[in-house]
């Protein structure tokens, strides 16, 4: 236990120890602007409880006034501690909604402090959750078939993976506090939205069939043991009697669902009143079965069943187990003879093969604990659909017998294996979570609900390992295999072990499986409205709402639909897995959020329960995985798929949800790793890519300029590799903070209509082209760093008196050369398709002039793997100087292409020494006028830089007329970028060489290699 030293600091104003106003918030940027700090959601909120007080003025406490400007948005310590301290957990769940009918009281109500206990709040309710109809119905079935070990092993299985799964769930629910929502809230908030609402659906259609699985589970006991005589559908004959038990089954089932949909609309108070009497009833039961086990060590009950050779008979059908009986001293034939003959008279019988070779005889279907049948049911014996069941050791004589005769004897209902066997038997180990879901109502919820959870575990384990034993070492085998009593004149075969009647069990567990379809009924509908209310699935924001209470009515009403198609399957073996595959998906995800956390040792991770290890959750995780396919792999990949859907559906529509989650500390973890793993060395000529820097404007407004340029570089890239979009705001930091946010915003806005997947970097700085140049140094992380840059050109540069944008533009081709960065410049950037453009022909045409590492080869072809260029044609133009074999450097090229894999048309271009014409003289006089009104020129360089500015001229307009003569209708043209001159005071004439080099084409891309190769011909 920590120990605080409290020091009292006099002071003669009196200090208030209230909570600042706003608790709940927490603002540290300061937009300049003077703005109120904004509502933020609970769940971004630092702290437990949000408040609305007035605005004290201890802010300004003289021991705090070095502070004062920090307390206008940072709640003081002992505000803090006051808030925390009277923290109190408002009851969830089902009690706040019986509350909140008295509308009036609920608002003058002060919560009451939680203070339900582990037994109370914890253990039982998982008890109650944990035991159910299966124990009852289905638990002797398994045992007979199964046989004792292959049991064990089945409830072995599900109950180790509930219990990792407990353990697992222990440490997340301790780590803060679980609301409403249990399960779907631990999964969210651990694992993101995403997760958390795939798993939060699959658990609420786990809920919703249990509920339609319990329902079907008390219909049957009604039909088959309480009240037989209420069936309305009755069999025609053996082969229809399925269909008559499931009719029955759907019709009394939709009845049952109704009441029970109608009750807990009326009021949940109702069933939270009556779950003591239904825990009681399970618990009722179980002990009647002890007492039934021990009773029968001295005195078995007498339930004998009735044997034809070794098949067992249908007990009900006949009164006496003999072929004859005596009536005063005449033997006569008796009910069982009448069945399989159909003459009565015994002096020329016509019976049935297999009767007439066969003896009948009795033997006792409860032998008793020590009788030592045990050994018999040790090992299963997995029968088909419609085999008879059979005890071995019995003297028969081997007869098909006549097919009319199968109704009497006692046969499967459904074919039989291990695998069935799992998923039939897990749901009778789900209901873990029912303390989770009730934290808010314990005392100490971080101590409850581990100790409460694992004991429910171990006591419920410790039960089904005893009931196996018992079951097998008191039931005769043939009975045992008997799913619905018929040889043992239809009693419940738990039932006639128990002690002191068979009626207890039938009774208890009616009530019990009634109970727990209400629970589910409850539950399932709270669950959806806590993820309609998350509002992360748009399409169920409806079932957030319901009565001004807050009971869920159009959940419960989704949730009633829902289970009536399980009703309709009408099977309790049916439905059992269904329920099993999506309880395991959501065991699986709390496993997998423990062993994230664990493994991610996320600052928030300090859960009070200790006796957890990453190793455990994915144990736990492996075997609900397994165990989802073993018992039954199609619903396995159904669940998968459902859940998959949920997920790809939740992340397509975007859920903006912050919540700490582990995924998000995954993402971290692995780009952290990958980004060491990437600064090694550079990356490999095969691996490059252009690692895109885009160098946006921004107008007055802060919009962006140039949107065709984002448009480029999301068909450039494609979303593959690095994509930084970097703005520069002049100015100072201090002052333009909210500016740079609102930069970040309407850049982020405009990357997202052009699909320009990647990040954004706003810079403020004094001058634009310093701005410039600290991006270009200071983007990307390690090995993430752009290696090509993006800008536009400078429109309207001649005409501009303030030469500062293409001094700015010359400036910036200077630092990417320095940082031996890959540039191009997309001219006529606005006449550049949009994304839903489609080129159906033309080419992309290829000037190489110099020789830059490849990149004019590489650019077409990643453009053509967008949809836009896809149908474009490449070629590729080579100039060849008089001294040149153009033939020989066709042939080259073409091979040099063929190696690289790159399909492209090849032409040499020749370019003959010609004279300088008249057109080149004046182009250049009228540049180096403009360049004479800017700068001094010194009359000793004078003719010789008019020589070389002439000497330029000629090439770009040569170029230029060439240029245009091949490629006036191509789609886009990309040519080698001439470097600047190392002078400063030819900066102008540069912009004018371009300019002439690229006049007359609609499109250009000018690029200039960052002095290495970017493609090979090397696999």
């Known amino acids: 236990m920590p120990h605080f030293t409290v020091v009292p600091v006099e002071d003669s104003a009196t200090s208030n120890y209230d909570s600042l106003e706003g608790i709940n918030w927490v603002d540290y940027r300061d937009t300049g602007q003077g703005g109120h700090p904004g509502h933020l959601d609970t769940e971004d909120s630092p702290f437990l409880s949000s408040a609305d007080a007035d605005r004290k003025t201890d802010f300004y406490d003289r021991n705090l006034a070095l502070f004062e400007e920090e307390l206008d948005i940072r709640p003081k310590v002992s505000s803090l501690l006051s808030r925390l301290v009277n923290y109190t957990n408002i009851t969830q769940g089902a009690r706040e909604h019986e509350e909140a009918e008295n509308t009036e009281m609920s608002l003058r109500k002060v919560p009451k402090s939680p203070n339900m206990g582990t037994l109370m709040g914890v253990y039982l309710p998982c008890l109650q959750n944990i035991f159910g109809v299966i124990l009852f119905l289905r638990l002797t079935w398994i045992v007979g078939t199964a046989g004792i070990v292959q049991s064990f092993l089945i409830v072995l299985m599900c109950c180790s993976c509930t219990m990792l799964t407990a353990i697992s769930m222990s440490a997340i629910a301790t780590n803060g506090v679980v609301p409403a929502g249990g399960a779907y809230f631990m999964i969210s908030r651990s694992l993101g939205a995403e997760f958390g609402g795939a798993v939060g659906i699959c658990f609420y259609l786990g809920t ?117 009986v005596l009536e005063g001293n005449v ?11 159909s003459s009565g008279n015994m002096s020329s019988p016509q019976c049935d093969d297999y009767f007439n070779q066969n003896n009948v005889t009795e033997i006792q279907g409860i032998p008793g604990l020590a009788s030592g049948i045990i050994r018999d049911n040790m090992w299963g014996d997995y029968l088909e659909k419609g085999q008879i069941l059979e005890k071995a050791g019995l003297p028969s004589v081997d007869f098909h017998g006549a097919v009319e005769s199968v109704g009497l004897y006692v046969s499967a209902d459904i074919a039989t294996s291990f695998t069935l066997l799992v998923g039939i038997f897990f749901p009778s180990a789900t209901g873990i979570m029912a303390g989770s879901n009730r934290s808010g109502d314990l005392k100490d919820a971080q101590k409850s609900i581990p100790i409460g959870t694992i004991l429910a575990i171990t006591t419920t384990t410790l039960v089904y390992f005893s009931s196996v034993v018992l079951f097998g ?101 049916m439905v059992a897995p269904i329920l099993s595959m999506f309880f395991l998906m959501c065991y699986l995800f709390v496993n997998l959020a423990c062993a994230v956390q664990t493994l991610l040792r996320t600052p928030n991770w ?63 973890s692995a780009a952290r790793y990958s980004l060491l793993r990437l600064e090694h060395g550079p990356p490999h000529t095969k691996n490059w890519r252009p690692q ?207 190696q690289l894999r790159i399909e492209a048309e090849v032409e040499v271009v020749e370019m003959h020494d010609s004279d300088i014409s008249a057109y080149t003289y004046e182009r250049t006089l009228m540049m180096e006028q403009r360049s004479q009104m800017l700068r001094q020129m010194r009359l000793s360089s004078a003719e010789r830089e008019r020589e070389s500015n002439v000497r330029r001229m000629h090439t770009a307009v040569k170029l230029n007329e060439v240029i245009v003569n091949k490629s006036h ?28 080099l690229t006049e007359g084409l609609e499109r250009v891309l000018l690029v200039r290699g960052g002095g290495r190769e970017v493609i090979t011909i090397y696999s």
């Open 473 to 573: 070492a008191c039931i005769e085998g043939a009975v045992l295999r008997d799913k619905f009593g018929d040889a043992v004149s239809k009693n419940l075969v738990v039932g006639t072990l128990s002690w002191p009647s068979p009626w207890v069990i039938v009774i208890g567990s009616f009530f019990s499986t009634v109970g727990a379809g209400l629970q589910s009924l409850t539950g399932a509908p709270r669950l959806l409205q806590a993820i309609a209310k998350d509002n992360i699935i748009p399409f169920l924001r409806v079932f957030g709402h319901g009565k001004a209470n807050g009971e869920p009515t159009w959940a419960l009403l989704l949730t009633g639909l829902i289970a009536e198609l399980g009703i309709l399957i009408a099977s309790l073996d």
């Open 331 to 341: 033997t006569v034939p008796s009910q069982l003879w009448r069945n399989f003959c």
């Open 969 to 996: 209708d191509a789609r886009l043209v990309l040519l080698n970028m001439p470097g600047p001159p190392r002078n400063t005071d030819g900066d102008e004439n540069y912009m004018e060489f371009l300019e002439v």
């Open 692 to 898: 895109v820097l885009v160098l946006l404007k921004l107008d007055e407004d802060l919009h962006v300029k140039y949107p065709r340029l984002l448009t480029f570089v999301s068909q450039l890239k494609a979303g593959k590799g690095l994509t930084i979009v970097g703005s520069v705001i002049q100015g100072q930091f201090l002052d333009s903070y909210g500016e740079t946010q609102a930069s970040e915003q309407a850049v982020k806005n405009m990357m997202e209509i052009e699909r320009v997947k990647g990040f954004c970097q706003v810079v403020v700085a004094s001058k634009v082209r310093e701005g410039i140049a600290h991006l270009i140094q200071s983007c990307g992380l390690g090995g993430m760093k752009h290696n090509t840059v993006v800008m536009g050109w400078p429109y309207g540069w001649r005409q501009s008196e303030d030469p500062r944008a293409w001094k700015t533009f010359i400036h910036t081709v200077r630092c990417t050369t320095a940082a031996h960065l890959a540039l191009m410049v997309p001219k006529n950037v606005s006449f550049y398709p949009s994304n839903h453009e489609r080129f159906t022909d033309g080419t992309i045409d290829v000037w190489w002039i110099v020789h830059d590492g490849g990149m004019l080869m590489l650019l077409p072809f990643l453009l053509k793997q967008h949809k836009v260029w896809r149908k474009c044609k490449m070629r590729i133009f080579t100039v060849a100087q008089m001294d040149d074999n153009s033939i020989q450097m066709k042939k080259d090229l073409a091979t040099f292409l063929y």
């Open 606 to 668: 300090r859960p009070r329960f200790k006796y957890y290890h990453w190793a455990l959750s994915f144990l736990g995780m492996s075997m609900c995985l397994a165990l989802m396919f073993i018992s039954s792999w199609y619903y396995a990949i159904v669940a998968m798929c459902i859940a998959g859907m949920i997920y790809k559906y939740i992340e397509y529509q975007g859920a903006e949800k912050e919540w700490g989650d582990g995924i998000r500390g995954l993402s971290l």
């Open 208 to 324: 919703t069939f249990a509920a339609a699985m319990y329902i079907l589970g008390a219909i049957e006991i009604f039909l088959k043991y309480l009240v037989p005589q209420a069936a309305i559908f009755h069999a025609s004959d053996h082969h229809g009697g399925d269909s008559a038990i499931l009719n029955n089954m759907r019709v009394y089932g939709t009845i049952c669902l109704s009441l029970m949909a109608v009750v807990v609309f009326v009021g949940v108070k109702y069933v939270n009143k009556l779950a003591s009497l239904f825990l009681a009833c399970v618990i009722i039961s179980i002990v009647s079965i002890y007492a039934g086990a021990i009773k029968s060590v001295f005195q078995p009950p007498d339930f004998s069943i009735c044997m034809l050779g070794n098949r067992t008979l249908v007990r009900d059908q006949f009164d006496v187990c003999s072929k004859t």
